[in-house]
């Protein structure tokens, strides 16, 4: 063999591994957009990659999830959608209301899938629920329409209380729209309902406290902010012998009385599932918004025992699960 071949030979075979190296397709990188810390948030990012993988996606594997943190520090968001838009990433997936609507003013282009606790119409980042019609689709467990029940449940149970508190995030975009829905229903009961903040955890012992000011009977936390806290107010709730419902079984778990909402995890798996299959070319604004379709309700029989209360026997049939 003439040295000129062989020289040649060898950087043929040298160079196929790079040419076979530059046909590979890039891995896919996603952005993914929380209010709190991946701490805080650890369940909803587990349910979120168990629906990437139902769809074939696997972090790592054959896709890069690049994570923003906001801390809790709600006006970090706006800037940590923009540098997921500058990242050029294919999809954004927003966990709750604030984060979603950073994300929907960072960008007309990029998809963008939510979830969120309150209805998307509303809040301005779809325009309907079966044609979102933009680069925003999600799912949504409409915490408002099952607000107004969880009200009616809570005096099913506690009838004689005529003064309720109701815990929620003014940070929250949509509290406006829960507070008033939540007055016009308390009304309706016979009801007098204040309304108290708390923006994170270190604000939970100062509006019990509050509550015991205003000599209100039982708590309704009614914001899905307050879902990765769920354990720590069913705590208090105990603590503080207040009667509470929450929207998360968490809470009841943790010693609530009751909880009355959808399966949040299962929402966030049907981000994953979304997300997957936008990048696998579905367009975001033909893929239609996601409802919660079944609500639990939950009961905690060793609480109800504790603070003396009798859970009527029709309440306890329609429980879906009861802790004792």
């Given at each position: 063999?003439?040295?000129?071949?062989?020289?040649?030979?060898?950087?043929?075979?040298?160079?196929?591994?790079?040419?076979?190296?530059?046909?590979?397709?890039?891995?896919?990188?996603?952005?993914?957009?929380?209010?709190?810390?991946?701490?805080?948030?650890?369940?909803?990012?587990?349910?979120?990659?168990?629906?990437?993988?139902?769809?074939?996606?696997?972090?790592?594997?054959?896709?890069?999830?690049?994570?923003?943190?906001?801390?809790?520090?709600?006006?970090?968001?706006?800037?940590?959608?923009?540098?997921?838009?500058?990242?050029?990433?294919?999809?954004?997936?927003?966990?709750?209301?604030?984060?979603?609507?950073?994300?929907?003013?960072?960008?007309?282009?990029?998809?963008?899938?939510?979830?969120?606790?309150?209805?998307?119409?509303?809040?301005?980042?779809?325009?309907?629920?079966?044609?979102?019609?933009?680069?925003?689709?999600?799912?949504?467990?409409?915490?408002?329409?099952?607000?107004?029940?969880?009200?009616?449940?809570?005096?099913?149970?506690?009838?004689?209380?005529?003064?309720?508190?109701?815990?929620?995030?003014?940070?929250?975009?949509?509290?406006?729209?829960?507070?008033?829905?939540?007055?016009?229903?308390?009304?309706?009961?016979?009801?007098?309902?204040?309304?108290?903040?708390?923006?994170?955890?270190?604000?939970?012992?100062?509006?019990?406290?509050?509550l015991a000011k205003l000599r209100a009977?039982?708590?309704?936390?009614?914001?899905?902010?307050?879902?990765?806290?769920?354990?720590?107010?069913?705590?208090?709730?105990?603590?503080?012998?207040?009667?509470?419902?929450?929207?998360?079984?968490?809470?009841?778990?943790?010693?609530?009385?009751?909880?009355?909402?959808?399966?949040?995890?299962?929402?966030?798996?049907?981000?994953?599932?979304?997300?997957?299959?936008?990048?696998?070319?579905?367009?975001?604004?033909?893929?239609?918004?996601?409802?919660?379709?079944?609500?639990?309700?939950?009961?905690?029989?060793?609480?109800?025992?504790?603070?003396?209360?009798?859970?009527?026997?029709?309440?306890?049939?329609?429980?879906?699960?009861v802790i004792e």
């Amino acid at each position: 063999m003439r040295r000129r071949e062989f020289i040649t030979l060898v950087s043929s075979a040298a160079a196929w591994p790079l040419a076979a190296r530059a046909q590979q397709p890039a891995m896919s990188v996603i952005g993914r957009l929380g209010a709190e810390s991946r701490e805080v948030e650890n369940s909803t990012v587990v349910s979120f990659q168990q629906g990437l993988k139902e769809a074939g996606y696997i972090d790592g594997q054959n896709l890069a999830i690049e994570y923003r943190w906001a801390e809790g520090q709600y006006d970090r968001l706006p800037a940590l959608a923009a540098d997921l838009v500058r990242r050029q990433v294919s999809v954004i997936a927003a966990a709750g209301n604030a984060a979603a609507l950073a994300a929907k003013a960072a960008t007309t282009t990029v998809p963008i899938v939510f979830h969120v606790g309150d209805d998307p119409v509303q809040l301005g980042l779809v325009a309907s629920l079966n044609r979102p019609g933009g680069n925003a689709t999600g799912t949504t467990s409409l915490n408002v329409e099952v607000g107004r029940k969880r009200l009616e449940l809570l005096r099913e149970l506690v009838p004689n209380v005529a003064v309720i508190g109701m815990l929620v995030n003014p940070d929250n975009p949509n509290v406006e729209i829960q507070s008033r829905e939540a007055q016009v229903a308390a009304r309706k009961l016979g009801l007098e309902l204040h309304i108290m903040h708390a923006r994170a955890e270190r604000d939970f012992d100062a509006a019990f406290a509050t509550l015991a000011k205003l000599r209100a009977g039982a708590l309704m936390t009614g914001d899905t902010i307050f879902f990765n806290h769920s354990r720590q107010l069913g705590a208090l709730a105990l603590r503080y012998a207040v009667p509470a419902i929450s929207p998360f079984r968490d809470f009841a778990a943790g010693g609530g009385l009751m909880s009355y909402g959808t399966n949040i995890a299962d929402m966030h798996r049907q981000v994953g599932i979304y997300t997957g299959r936008i990048l696998k070319g579905e367009k975001p604004a033909y893929l239609p918004v996601q409802q919660a379709v079944k609500v639990d309700l939950v009961l905690n029989f060793k609480t109800a025992k504790t603070l003396g209360i009798t859970v009527p026997l029709p309440l306890s049939g329609r429980a879906d699960e009861v802790i004792e």
